[in-house]
């Protein structure tokens, strides 16, 4: 059974910057590697940002397509189907789905806590990225909480030093990818 991973987390923790690593790292060259589709829609159209619903019911089927197109591979991916039943709730009834049900596809799932937690000198929004610093955190709690219960769950705390983060991440990941299923 290949390796299905997710690497989620609220704005401004890491996650995109840890995702390039990797992705970089020929280590892990047997896995594919899936973008972070909210981003990606949001800069194709910010139409989005005026219909919620559209928007999370696309991201989940467009992720939805592109695991099933690689379901004999490995793969890495910035964030998971149950991201969009954090970030919109109402996606699970449109998409006929539970997040029980999402949990089966993901092998493990880290969660990387936004630099919002450690305040406003280290927070830094974006022309994608516009939460406050209260909004990131109100995000992690709603993905922690939508995650937390994933048998394979590990919460990567926020760090002062990106690179001790980085260093714990990678040796969590390592570890779950050294793993044979």
Known sequence: MPHRIVITGAPASGKTI??????????????????????????????????????????YNRQIEREEKNSSSSFITDRGTVDTFAFHPQTAQHVSSTIENEYGRYTAVLLLES?????????????????????????????????????NYYCIKAYDSIEKKFSEFKDILTSITDKKL
């Open 115 to 151: 630099s919002a937690n450690l305040g406003e000198k280290y927070y830094k929004t974006d022309k994608i990225r516009q939460e406050s610093l209260e909004e990131a955190i109100q995000i992690e709690n709603n993905l922690q909480q939508a995650w937390s219960k994933h048998p």
């Open 18 to 59: 840890f995702f390039e690593r990797i992705k970089n790292d020929r280590s892990f060259g047997d896995f594919v590697f899936f973008d972070e589709l909210a981003r990606q829609l949001l800069i194709e159209d910010s139409s989005y940002r005026t219909n919620w619903d559209k928007f999370h019911i696309d991201i």
